[in-house]
């Protein structure tokens, strides 16, 4: 099993920044595609960016121009750095890890627990 620990969260001034980690541990894995998603109340979970092994990134229209997403594939490690933060950024922010188990090459697909971003205005 493949699992997550996020940290980066809070709360920040309209106009701020925030820099989110999400760290992925386990055994004899290899990770495709890392992601952040965020979930609003009330609202679905949508993708925030992605980022393949290849480092192909993809961001939603809302985040362009202010979110930046990057690995450490050395260290199973995605960040997403948040600037120019508005109160509609306002969400609990989930990383996704897509995979695959070396001994199976079955594929997973992991969630962390959630971190919380504040934007004030």
């Known amino acids: 099993q493949v699992r997550l620990v996020e940290s980066g969260g809070g709360l920040v001034q309209a106009g701020g920044s925030l820099r989110l980690s999400c760290a992925a541990s386990?055994?004899?894995?290899?990770?495709?595609?890392m992601a952040w998603y965020r979930q609003a109340p009330g609202e679905q979970r949508d993708l925030v960016a992605s980022?393949?092994?290849?480092?192909?990134?993809n961001y939603a229209d809302s985040v362009k121009g202010r979110f930046t997403i990057s690995r450490d594939s050395a260290k199973n490690t995605v960040y997403l750095q948040m600037i120019s933060l508005k109160p509609e950024d306002t969400a609990v922010y989930y990383c996704?890890?897509?995979?695959?188990?070396?001994?199976?090459?079955?594929?997973?697909?992991?969630w962390g627990q959630g971190t919380q971003v504040t934007v004030s205005s």
């Open positions: 386990g055994s004899a894995f290899s990770i495709n595609t």
């Open positions: 996704n890890v897509w995979g695959r188990y070396r001994s199976t090459w079955s594929t997973f697909s992991s």
């Open positions: 980022v393949t092994n290849d480092g192909t990134t």
